[in-house]
């Protein structure tokens, strides 16, 4: 059982940058990948990146490479999302989610936070 927790959401300008946390409790977490998604109003989750349980291998969406970094702490049981350049379009509640498999992009994952809202105003 791994509960998430995600922090850091706030109100930006386009071009700045944000940090968002995503802290897990359970004895699981090291051994999970992690997910980030995002969910504008009116549209669907989509993905954001992924990174595996020993943190070597992330995955971005193409709407994100360059601008975008998923890291972990598993000694804080922890992953971050750090996120430069942000735009106004980014505007969404980012959720992270966990799983002992690896799912990448994929919306399988068992468990999932409540969200943290990023607004990007223009």
């Known amino acids: 059982q791994v509960q998430l927790v995600e922090s850091g959401g706030g109100l930006v300008q386009a071009g700045d940058s944000l940090r968002l946390s995503c802290a897990a409790s359970?004895?699981?977490?090291?051994?999970?990948?992690i997910g980030w998604f995002r969910q504008a109003p009116g549209k669907e989750r989509e993905f954001v990146a992924a990174i595996n349980w020993s943190g070597d291998s992330p995955s971005y969406a193409d709407s994100v490479k360059g601008r975008f970094t998923i890291s972990r702490d598993n000694a804080k049981n922890t992953v971050y999302l750090q996120m430069n350049s942000l735009k106004s379009e980014e505007s969404a509640v980012y959720y992270c989610?966990?799983?002992?498999?690896?799912?990448?992009?994929?919306?399988?994952?068992?468990?999932w936070g409540q969200g943290t809202q990023v607004t990007v105003s223009s």
């Open positions: 359970g004895r699981t977490f090291s051994s999970a990948h």
């Open positions: 989610a966990a799983d002992r498999y690896y799912y990448g992009s994929a919306y399988r994952y068992t468990y």
